[in-house]
């Protein structure tokens, strides 16, 4: 089924979902290129490095856009790399998150991916059976070592073609299973991995070489997930471990929380990563005349899903300027809204519904910030600046702070708490359209 923009409330409700990143058919019917220069520079390093390792750091706000210009880079690059999407956060929540974690979890999809039946199926050449075995010991007797499992059984039709790829694809599996829901499991393999971690980057590597020379295909590691630990947690991974974070013997992708940008220790880690950014959608320029280019692809990303009778002129204006530029917030208002028109009974979204919408938004900043955060954003809505200050990492955090690059990087308040400060800041009225 081909897919287009909705034609109704229900379908915009469904196609609109902030939780759902772009990809397969839904990347080719709604997505709206940004002219990422992001994607454009990571593609190129990836191109002139040839298939050599490098490691990558792509940084931006919860929500920018981060997943799916990924998605969008992975379709550009075809079948030029072995791809395999790594997604933390489906095993370890963030606020529990340790590099060892980030290692293991990484390497066990990168297992899944080179075992998967069908691959191996199809593959000009397998992976030589002494490498499988190598994959197989270490997850059994380095990462479970003693502990009890259930161990996959041994397949009818032995030998690499299926053999020893199903029991490594079994195995990866049930340390997936066991380390995400087992705590006290989790504990044991990290306590003992810390010594060992080198054993599993190493047969990494040798199966990321093998998939090279047989698939003639470089391993991609795309690491997501990895930038929603808070600033102190994520500090632990890529300041204090740089070095098991770029030990795979391939190339990698990390996202990247984007108040670390923002720190005296950023700099230490360049020698290890190269760094790209997504910044924000500009709905106004630094000195805050509005930026066409950046709501006229806010606008088009609301064509493409849903069809223009669908929202108000007016309501639809009203949306583009309270998602402040970052575009799960801008799926996230029109879902709302859309709910709130069919709730009413409505055909169409208007001004009443859009305005519950970002009201909506509003109370969940008005539980998030302290009364010490105004001054602090009054001061930011006038010089524009970034900084290295703690309490602007967490407005960053948080998207009370948001970062924009028309120009040189700055930041500006979140759109919708304009009105806020107004309430609580002496003195301070904001220009009339940015208060939404």
């Known amino acids: 089924m081909t897919l287009g923009p909705a034609r109704d409330l229900r ?33 190129t390093f990836l191109e002139l490095y ?22 969008k880079l992975i379709e550009e690059l075809g079948d030029r790399y072995f791809v395999v999407k790594v997604s933390t956060g489906t095993i370890i929540p963030p606020t529990d998150l340790t590099y060892v974690d980030v290692i293991l979890i990484a ?14 199926q199809r593959a000009p050449a397998q992976i030589v059976e ?33 053999g020893i790829p199903s029991i490594v694809q079994g195995l990866a599996l049930e340390f997936e299973a066991r380390f995400k829901n087992e705590p006290h499991t989790r504990r044991q393999i990290r306590e003992r991995m810390q010594d060992r971690l080198s054993e599993v980057i190493d047969r990494a590597n040798l199966l990321s070489a093998e998939i090279r020379h047989r698939y003639r295909a470089p391993v991609l590691l795309v690491v997501e997930d990895t930038d929603k630990p808070d600033p102190a947690r994520a500090g ?34 360049d020698r290890y990563f190269k760094c790209f950014r997504m ?11 509005a930026d066409e280019s950046g709501r006229r692809v806010l606008d088009h990303a609301i064509a493409l899903r849903m069809d223009a009778a669908l929202i108000a002129p007016s309501a639809r204006r009203k949306i583009i300027l309270a998602s402040g530029g970052v575009m799960r917030m801008l799926i996230g208002l029109v879902q709302n809204a859309a709910v709130n028109a069919y709730a009413r009974g409505a055909s169409c979204i208007e001004d009443p519904d859009a305005d519950r919408a970002i009201a909506d938004l509003r109370k969940d900043f008005i539980a998030a910030l302290k009364s010490a955060d105004y001054p602090i954003l009054a001061a930011r809505y006038r010089d524009k600046w970034l900084s290295s200050d703690g309490a ?10 948001l970062e924009y690059e028309n120009g040189e990087p700055w930041c500006d308040v979140h759109p919708v708490v304009l009105p806020l400060m107004a309430e609580r800041v002496p003195g301070f009225a904001p220009g009339e359209e940015r208060a939404t």
Not at 50 to 65: D, K, R, V, Y
Not at 141 to 157: S, T
């Open 11 to 43: 379908e915009a409700i469904r196609i609109f979902n902030p939780q759902r990143p772009l990809e397969g058919e839904a990347l080719h019917a709604y997505y709206a290129d940004r002219g990422s220069t992001a994607r454009r520079d990571m593609r």
């Open 50 to 71: 040839a298939g050599e390792p490098i490691a990558m750091l792509f940084t931006g706000h919860s929500g920018s856009g981060k997943t799916t210009e990924l998605n």
């Open 107 to 120: 390497a066990m999809a990168l297992f899944r991916a080179a075992s998967d039946a069908n691959l191996i």
């Open 130 to 162: 002494g490498v499988w075995e190598q994959v197989k010991q270490v997850i059994d007797r380095v990462i479970f070592g003693d502990l009890p499992y259930r161990r996959p059984a041994q397949p009818a039709e032995v030998g690499v073609k299926v």
């Open 236 to 269: 632990e991974l890529f300041f204090d471990h740089p070095q098991s974070l770029t030990a795979f013997n391939a190339s990698v992708i990390y996202t990247f929380p984007i108040a670390l940008r923002y720190t005296a220790k950023f700099n230490e880690v």
């Open 279 to 289: 910044p924000n959608l500009p709905l106004h320029d630094k000195a805050g005349a």
């Open 392 to 401: 602007l990492q967490e407005l960053l955090q948080m998207r009370a702070l």
